[in-house]
């Protein structure tokens, strides 16, 4: 009896090993992603030299509000009333919506579903098949009601990776909007500053318009007493008609910024009319914030929405792999079914079903090594993508700096030049006017003043431009929310 007994036990420990040989055996058979792989990394921004060209000055980096700097209240009106009606901004609310609708779906893909069913058929049986009599060549009404459930184990976390990589495909969703947001408050903050620097070189014009026509009334004096001829009136009227159309010029320029604008706000071209002069000040004063390279990955949008898809595609690489192993579904069933409606919700009218239901990829003519190649390729873009938009933005407010340092320079001779070129217009028309010298060094010294004037109000604009670009390059005030900030690695590149 023992001898017997033991070999019932040896005969079960033998089938045992034999399934797992067998199970081994098959999964060697199986397709592999041997030799599919990556070096790709993402930079690290330390990597880059910056210390020199991005040097730390305890700065503050932007707060979300930087545009208050100006203290111009109908800027910051214009960039909320952008917020709230700008069409690309809903295009970007949109994305966020759909990226949110398909992390939740693949959410779903983790639980177990459970669904209901009932149907109804009216047929008439073959005689000669497989239904016997005496249902055989009769109609018959089949009604039938199924409760069921399945389960994905995901033993090798497919639906899992496909999970998270949806999550970082939304969180980058999230911050491509950011750019949207921060670029369409920097190119409405350009285009108001640009008004304001069109109606100052407007102001020049006027300017210039009437000492032009005081000019025209000196010489039309100083031919009456012989000092001027005909060939200098015609000179002064010549110069007076150009100014008036550098006017009527810089008038039909206010008029299409203002359209530019309300463009920008979503708007209609009237709302462009409304908008009032510009009071632009200066602005804080430019330092750049301590620990710049390290913290520029946080605060820039572009570089979370990069490193947010380089996370995605590593999932989804994960995804890709564990497409190469078994996949078990457990699913089962409970329901009715029965010939018409006198024994459906009678016991013996009760159909149960379970079971697992296994998927083992063998042979696949080499669509998952394909597809796994192609989730690879995409990790090695996302990764270059990080890497070169990191470059771009080091690179960004490095230039916007060095910009804004050489217009601080160029001011201080501009100025000076200013001061020195309307005392000699000044003096050049005072003389003029009492015969002292001719017309020709009156032109020369308000050709002189004029181009200084409008070289500091350019100065002016290009400083508050640079200092408007130098604000979105550090982010505009955008810090990522997210939890997680390190950087994603595959597994076994």
């Not at 969180?171 to 491509?176: E, K």
């Not at 031919?223 to 008609?241: M, S």
């Not at 020709?440 to 200092?467: F, I």
Request: proline share 3%.
């Amino acid at each position: 009896m023992q001898s017997q007994l033991n070999r019932r036990v040896s005969g079960l420990r033998i089938a045992k090993a034999g399934v797992t040989v067998i199970f081994a055996a098959v999964l060697s058979a199986c397709v592999n992603y041997a030799g599919i792989h990556s070096d790709k990394e993402m930079a690290q921004p330390q990597s880059y030299a910056a210390e020199r060209s991005l040097p730390s000055e305890a700065g503050h980096w932007p707060a979300a509000g930087w545009a208050s700097q100006f203290g111009d209240a109908q800027l910051k009106a214009l960039l909320d009333e952008a917020l709230a009606g700008s069409p690309t901004l809903e295009q970007a609310r949109s994305r966020v919506a759909a990226a949110a609708a398909y992390s939740e779906t693949a959410r779903a893909n983790t639980l177990p579903q459970v669904g209901a069913s009932y149907s109804y058929s009216r047929q008439q049986y073959s005689s000669n098949a497989l239904v016997p009599p005496p249902y055989a060549g009769s109609w018959q009404s089949e009604n039938k009601a199924l409760l069921s459930a399945s389960y994905d184990l995901d033993l090798w976390g497919k639906n899992r990776a496909a999970l998270d990589a949806a999550v970082s495909q939304l969180q980058a969703s999230r911050a491509d909007a950011e750019v949207v947001r921060l670029t369409l408050n920097e190119t409405i903050a350009r285009a108001y500053n640009q008004l304001a620097r069109l109606y100052a070189l407007r102001d020049i014009a006027q300017q210039e318009i009437a000492q032009r026509e005081k000019i025209e009334r000196i010489t039309t004096g100083r031919i009456a007493t012989g000092l001027d001829t005909e060939v200098e009136l015609k000179t002064a009227q010549a110069n007076l008609a150009t100014s008036r159309a550098t006017l009527s010029s810089l008038d039909g320029n206010i008029l299409s910024t203002r359209y530019q604008i309300a463009a920008l706000l979503g708007a209609g071209p009237d709302r462009g009319l409304s908008i009032a002069r510009p009071a632009l000040g200066i602005g804080d004063e430019v330092r750049l914030p301590d620990n710049l390279p390290a913290d520029l990955v946080s605060r820039r949008p572009d570089i979370v929405a990069a490193r947010w898809r380089v996370d995605s595609m590593t999932h989804g690489v994960k995804e890709a792999k564990a497409e190469f192993y078994p996949d078990i579904n457990l699913s089962a069933s409970l329901g009715l079914d029965a010939f018409g409606f006198g024994r459906f919700l009678t016991a013996g009218s009760r159909t149960m079903s379970a079971g697992p239901a296994i998927h083992l990829p063998i042979f696949d003519g080499g669509a998952l090594r394909a597809q796994l190649k192609g989730r690879y390729a995409d990790f090695d873009y996302a990764v270059a993508t990080y890497n070169q938009t990191l470059v771009t933005a080091l690179s960004e407010v490095a230039t916007q700096l060095a910009q804004i340092r050489s217009t601080d320079a160029q001011l201080v001779d501009a100025e000076a030049a200013q001061a020195a070129a309307r005392r000699a217009n000044e003096l050049a028309l005072t003389q003029y006017k009492a015969g002292l010298t001719n017309q020709l060094t009156v032109l020369n010294a308000e050709t002189n003043a004029l181009a200084t004037d409008q070289a500091v109000s350019n100065l002016k604009m290009y400083r508050r431009d640079q200092q408007i670009a130098l604000a979105a390059a550090l982010g505009g005030g955008y810090t990522d929310s997210a939890d997680d900030h390190a950087e994603p690695v595959v597994a076994s590149r």
